[in-house]
């Protein structure tokens, strides 16, 4: 079995910084891509930015040039440092990881639980 953890989310002022982090944790298995995701109050869970295992990054327009996304492949972690935060960056933030179960065919995605970003003065 295999389980995201996240950490780091909290209440920071408009223009202030946070660092998120998402541990992969279990035993036997692969992790591919790595991303986090984000869902406001009333709004659909949207993609913010994601890594590939060789370290590709994407990202939403609305976060470019503010947050940068980071992996750790030995610690199966991955990272999101938010700058310039802003009142429309609050949201849950969700990790999720594209996982392969050694010994088995194919990829599920697995979610951690979802940690509170608020921004507000």
């Known amino acids: 079995q295999v389980q995201l953890m996240e950490s780091g989310g909290g209440l920071v002022q408009p223009g202030g910084s946070l660092r998120l982090s998402c541990v992969a944790s279990g035993s036997g298995f692969n992790v591919y891509s790595m991303g986090w995701f984000q869902q406001a109050p009333g709004k659909e869970r949207e993609l913010v930015a994601s890594i590939s295992s060789g370290g590709r990054t994407d990202y939403a327009d609305s976060v470019k040039g503010r947050f940068t996304i980071s992996r750790d492949n030995a610690k199966n972690t991955v990272y999101l440092q938010m700058n310039s935060l802003r009142p429309e960056d609050t949201a849950v933030y969700y990790c999720?990881?594209?996982?392969?179960?050694?010994?088995?065919?194919?990829?599920?995605?697995?979610w951690g639980q979802g940690t509170q970003v608020t921004v507000s003065s």
């Open positions: 999720n990881a594209v996982i392969n179960l050694i010994g088995s065919p194919g990829y599920f995605n697995a």
